[in-house]
């Protein structure tokens, strides 16, 4: 029996119902209002650039899956695809040509990618990448940059950004610390020394979890040739870039080849997926070709292949330039009517990613953005958003995902209420 009158539910109440049977009324930390105050809202559903929540409220949703989401809620392509799946079954545990067709599709946008393998999220995907590293150079460090997040396993969660950076916390506890032993962290936009026990670098190409921090030109091609000096493996970490910066990815914006990619978000097309991909001398070393075991009950799973097929074949150059345009007329609205209400801000944006950053100068490395968080602006400037029917990401450390839903007039609304939530923020 429902605890809670359905029809008259409020998001407090839905929230109280939550916190009796989910830790912290939520299943993922950066759900969780933590860092800026109040009670999340519970999501009824979503369409195209909007949510909508328990108690019939409508928001303009910058969030998007955290960029899991790219055509928008509900894309009748998408959903279309993923119905037609459902009908033959939902898991098999044995192949489907759904998961090669999806491979296949990474191969044609990817340039370098020969071979992938799928898995069930980002966190999988990374932890992959770096054990095939390790096991194809017989090599035990790693090198992680302070301010990315590649997911929540033990090795890559030290100095991580996002959700963990908006709980306050250094990193989390219940790591061994053998397990962070062989980690080595970073400054982002540095180049960090390299010897012959590093057997990767694994670098997010554009920083996304720790507000949006560009690399500075130069940085990703010199990361190349420190890693092929040297013998490490260079891996990027494409789970939020990939598909989404371009259709190749960060690595065909910036022209820097690496080893091994990882993915996930875009290419589930909103269901549960990652992968790890790239070329034949190093990926045929994934079992079971190879001897680096990794393996997965619903890896490749035949709805998230589906989703992420659809969502794949939608994107084409055109995709790229509405993507970039929308996101240039953000940055530049924002930007303004956040100064004009006399706040210091740096909207930093690659293409269509971008975050907002209250800071005097550009924010090139994690204590940077750090030091503007600091100025505790930002849940007073989301609140004020929120309650005038913008979401924004509940944490500081997050970025914005305009996608290929939000319109001219979504747009024009942000910058509209933006204007009054920076007024409102820089009174609080
Ligand atoms: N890498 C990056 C760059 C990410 O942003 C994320 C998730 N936000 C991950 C890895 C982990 O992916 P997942 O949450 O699917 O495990």
């Given amino acids: 029996m429902a605890l809670i009158d359905e029809e008259h539910i409020t998001n407090e109440d839905a929230f109280q119902r939550a916190c009796a049977s989910l830790v912290g009324g939520v299943n993922s930390p950066v759900r969780s209002f933590a860092a800026v105050g109040g009670v999340p809202f519970f999501v009824a559903g979503g369409h195209g650039s909007y949510l909508t929540d328990v108690e019939g409220r409508r928001y303009l949703d910058y969030i998007q899956s955290y960029g899991a989401i790219i055509h928008g809620h509900g ?43 799928l898995t069930s999220s980002g966190t999988e995907a990374t932890m992959t990448a770096l054990r095939l590293a390790r096991g194809v150079t017989n090599r035990s460090k790693i090198v992680k940059f302070e301010g990315c997040y590649h997911g929540h396993s033990d090795a890559l969660l030290a100095a991580s950004g996002s959700g963990v950076a908006s709980l306050g916390l250094p990193a989390s506890v219940g790591v061994a610390p053998n397990a962070v032993a062989d980690t080595i962290v970073v400054p982002y936009n540095e180049l960090p020394p390299i010897d012959e026990t ?152 690659v293409e269509s990613l971008l975050g907002i950053f209250f800071a005097d100068e550009p924010v090139t490395n994690y204590r940077q953005a750090v030091a503007s968080v600091e100025r505790g602006i930002y849940p007073y400037f989301f609140h004020a958003m929120l309650k005038r029917g913008i979401a924004l990401a509940p944490g500081p450390y997050e970025v914005l995902f305009p996608g290929l839903a939000h319109s001219v007039d979504d747009v024009d609304k942000t910058i509209d209420v933006a204007s009054a939530a920076a007024a409102e923020a820089r009174e609080r």
């Fill in 75 to 117: 894309n009748p392509v998408v959903l279309s695809a993923l119905t037609e799946a459902a009908r033959q079954g939902t898991t098999f545990g044995a192949p489907t040509l759904g998961e090669v067709e999806l491979a296949e599709m990474i191969q044609q946008k990817v340039s370098g990618v020969d071979l992938v393998r």
């Fill in 198 to 349: 590093v057997a990767a670098v694994i670098v997010e190409p554009v920083a996304a979890n720790m507000g949006l921090v560009p690399a500075q030109s130069g940085f990703l091609q010199e990361l190349r040739s420190l890693t092929e000096q040297s013998g490490a493996l260079l891996i990027f970490d494409e789970v939020i870039t990939g598909f989404r910066v371009a259709e190749g990815g960060a690595s065909a914006l910036y022209g820097v080849t690496p080893d091994l990619w990882c993915f996930g978000k875009i290419i589930g097309g909103g269901l549960p997926v990652g992968a790890v991909a790239g070329p034949h001398h190093l990926m045929n070393h994934l079992a079971p070709t190879g001897s680096v075991y990794q393996a997965g009950t619903l890896s490749g799973n035949p709805l998230a292949t589906a989703a992420g097929s659809a969502a794949l074949r939608l994107l084409n150059t055109a995709s790229y330039r509405m993507l970039t345009g929308r996101a240039e007329q953000l940055a530049f609205g924002l930007t303004k009517v956040i100064e004009e209400a006399d706040l210091a801000v740096q909207v930093q944006r």
